[in-house]
C-alpha cells in the first residue's frame, strides 16, 4: 500500500519559515517525480513545486526564490523548505508523486497525501 505523509505545517508570522516534509512508502521513490500543491479555501489547487528523480526542480513563479524542494531517496522523503513567507501561501499544501515529471507539473499524479495546513498571519 502506498502512502504518503505530509508534516511540518503550522502558523507562522509573515516574513518566517517552515519546512515541510512528505514521508513515503510502498513505492520505488526514486523512479518518482515527486511534487507539492497547495489549496487555499475557495481557491484551485495550484502547483508549487516539482522534483525529479534526478533532481531536475521547477517552481511556480509566485514561490520561486523564497521556496527549495529537495529529495532524500536513501529516507524515500520530499521536502519543501519554504522561506519569507507571505499570507497569500496560507493553503493545505499537499504531496504528490508521479513517474512522469511533466504531467506531475499539470497536476496529473499517481498517488496524493492528506496534506498539512500553513497559516501565514499578517
Known amino acids: 500500500q502506498v502512502q504518503l505523509v505530509e508534516s511540518g505545517g503550522g502558523l507562522v508570522q509573515a516574513g518566517g519559515s517552515l519546512r515541510l516534509s512528505c514521508a513515503t512508502s510502498g513505492l520505488s521513490f526514486s523512479m518518482y517525480a515527486m511534487g507539492w500543491f497547495r489549496q487555499a479555501p475557495g481557491k484551485e489547487r495550484e502547483f508549487v513545486a516539482v522534483?525529479?528523480?534526478?533532481?531536475?526542480?521547477e517552481y511556480a513563479e509566485s514561490v520561486a526564490g523564497r521556496f527549495t524542494i529537495s529529495r532524500d531517496n536513501a529516507k524515500n522523503v520530499v521536502s519543501l523548505q519554504m522561506n519569507s513567507l507571505k499570507p497569500e501561501d496560507t493553503a493545505v499544501y499537499y504531496c504528490?508523486?508521479?513517474?512522469?515529471?511533466?504531467?506531475?507539473?499539470?497536476?496529473?499524479?499517481?498517488?496524493w497525501g492528506q496534506g498539512t495546513q500553513v497559516t501565514v498571519s499578517s
Open positions: 522534483i525529479g528523480w534526478s533532481g531536475t526542480t
Open positions: 504528490a508523486a508521479n513517474t512522469n515529471y511533466g504531467k506531475l507539473i499539470r497536476g496529473e499524479y499517481d498517488y
